[in-house]
């Protein structure tokens, strides 16, 4: 069982590891740590948690975050929408000309699998050439190399000084993310301003719709190429057409979805790390069988029926998260 939690979760949960929670934390401490141990529950870190927690400015509260996060969810990985929506565009084309649609590997193990880096940009920093030129004896470099991966897997999540090289990458794809997350505020307020300058309100869902089609329009023309079909422009003239694609490719249309109910509301503004929610809980709920983030996102989440149609259970309660892991348990 697949369990995404929010940051604040994870932050709640690192309270009651270190014994300063309420009672019925401490005991869901102790079930998700059994459940993972014998595997039947899973934690998977995105890239959103890197970014939050690399944010803490203490040093010492980082490092407490980041090992109750290494600890529970054994550096178990979802990858991000950079990896996710390429892949779910080309398995729509193929559902629509006909052909196999490529598997699509959510889950994975480390810090570039969430963030969509190269597979060894963490892990390659110490080769096995390198340690048996430094004296390493054969019958023990792949236990050394996993534990020197280890650590420089927690130095990512924690942003320590363990591996310089590990925390100018990740410094540099938090500045990447702060300036995308930028961008994408500053978007939705233009979005929203520009509805209410012209008057167009009642057809914010088609501009909504239109805007992340757009988005995704030259990953689905290529992947149409790759197949030997040409689509035909006039078609995406038609919402319906535009919105049919676009529900195909399941995190893309939760990320409509969540942007949809939030400008329903203007008087709640879009903010920098908004699209850190909108994109880790598109993915999560799609891909995760179980997601625990803060209360609004929750119902709009259930209420808008985007939880029941990938078969997720949607929360805004730790403490409701022990009876799902008890009844998995015992299955």
């Not at 949960?13 to 993972?36: M, N, P």
């Not at 236990?143 to 090289?165: Q, Y």
């Not at 939880?307 to 348990?329: F, I, M, N």
Request: proline residues 4%; neutral net charge.
């Amino acid at each position: 069982m697949r369990v995404y939690l929010d940051q604040n979760k994870w932050i709640e949960l690192s309270r009651s590891r270190k014994g300063g929670s309420t009672d019925d934390l401490a005991d869901l401490w102790r079930l998700a740590t059994a459940g993972v141990e014998r595997g039947l529950v899973s934690f998977p870190l995105s890239a959103v948690h890197y970014y939050e927690t690399t944010k803490r400015r203490d040093q010492q509260s980082r490092w407490e975050l980041a090992a109750t996060m290494a600890e529970l969810s054994r550096l178990h990985t979802i990858a991000g929408s950079n990896t996710l929506v390429p892949l779910e565009v080309d398995a729509a084309v193929a559902n629509l000309v006909g052909g196999a649609p490529p598997p699509i590997q959510a889950f994975g193990v480390g810090a570039a699998h969430a963030l969509g880096a190269a597979s060894d940009t963490f892990t390659g920093l110490f080769s096995l050439k390198e340690l048996r030129a430094a004296g390493v004896p054969d019958d023990m470099l792949d236990v050394v190399h996993r534990g020197l991966v280890d650590t420089v897997e927690f130095a990512v999540l924690a942003l320590t000084e363990f591996s310089p090289n590990a925390r100018a990458i990740i410094a540099q794809t938090r500045t990447q993310m702060a300036a995308v997350n930028r961008k994408f505020a500053d978007g939705q307020r233009s979005f929203a301003k520009g509805l209410a300058q012209h008057r167009l309100t009642h057809r914010r869902d088609e501009g909504l719709t239109r805007f992340d089609f757009a988005d995704i329009l030259p990953l689905f023309t290529r992947a149409c190429a790759e197949r030997g079909v040409l689509p035909d422009p006039e078609q995406f003239k038609n919402i319906e057409i535009v919105e049919r694609v676009l529900r195909d490719i399941p995190s893309k249309w939760i990320v409509r979805e969540m942007r949809r109910v939030r400008h329903r509301n203007p008087q709640q503004p879009w903010t920098d790390s908004d699209l850190n929610d909108v994109n880790a809980l598109s993915g999560a709920v799609v891909y995760c069988d179980v997601v625990v983030t803060e209360r609004q996102w929750a119902r709009h989440l259930n209420h808008e029926g985007l939880a029941k149609l990938h078969g997720s259970t949607v929360l805004y309660d730790l403490r409701q998260l022990p009876e799902l892991l008890v009844a998995h348990s015992t299955v």
